[in-house]
């Protein structure tokens, strides 16, 4: 069993950044593959970017590449969203999730595990 408790949205203006940590309590947390979903108001959650128990594989959705970076620290069982010029469109509640395998890529259903949720607002 993994818990994950994200943290760092907030609002922010267009062309900003923010930082999002999502922090992992439970198993040995390298074994798991992470990614990022965002759930928009009256969108279905999409995915954003994953990343493989080891760090070696990453995979972003179209919008957010050259912007958004996945990074996860082993040692400190956490992982990181830093977005960068950000857009109105990125607002939305940023998931963080968890997969009992080394990679999970986009595949929404293989993740089992999920945390709450954190806002992230961008003002035009």
């Known amino acids: 069993q993994v818990q994950l408790v994200e943290s760092g949205g907030g609002l922010v203006q267009a062309g900003g950044s923010l930082r999002l940590s999502c922090a992992a309590f439970g198993r040995t947390f390298s074994r798991y593959g992470v990614g990022w979903f965002r759930q928009a108001p009256g969108k279905e959650r999409e995915f954003v970017a994953?990343?493989?128990?080891?760090?070696?594989?990453?995979?972003?959705t179209d919008?957010?590449?050259?912007?958004?970076?996945?990074?996860?620290?082993?040692?400190?069982?956490?992982?990181?969203?830093?977005?960068?010029?950000?857009?109105?469109?990125d607002a939305a509640?940023?998931?963080?999730?968890?997969?009992?395998?080394?990679?999970?890529?986009?595949?929404?259903?293989?993740?089992?595990?999920?945390?709450?949720?954190?806002?992230?607002?961008v003002s035009s």
């Not at 994953?50 to 972003?60: E, I, K, L």
């Open 50 to 60: 994953a990343r493989s128990g080891s760090g070696g594989t990453t995979y972003y």
């Open 63 to 89: 919008s957010v590449k050259g912007r958004f970076t996945i990074s996860r620290d082993n040692d400190k069982n956490t992982v990181y969203l830093q977005m960068n010029s950000l857009k109105p469109e």
């Open 93 to 121: 509640v940023y998931y963080c999730a968890a997969c009992a395998r080394e990679y999970c890529g986009n595949y929404y259903y293989l993740y089992a595990y999920w945390g709450q949720g954190t806002q992230v607002t």
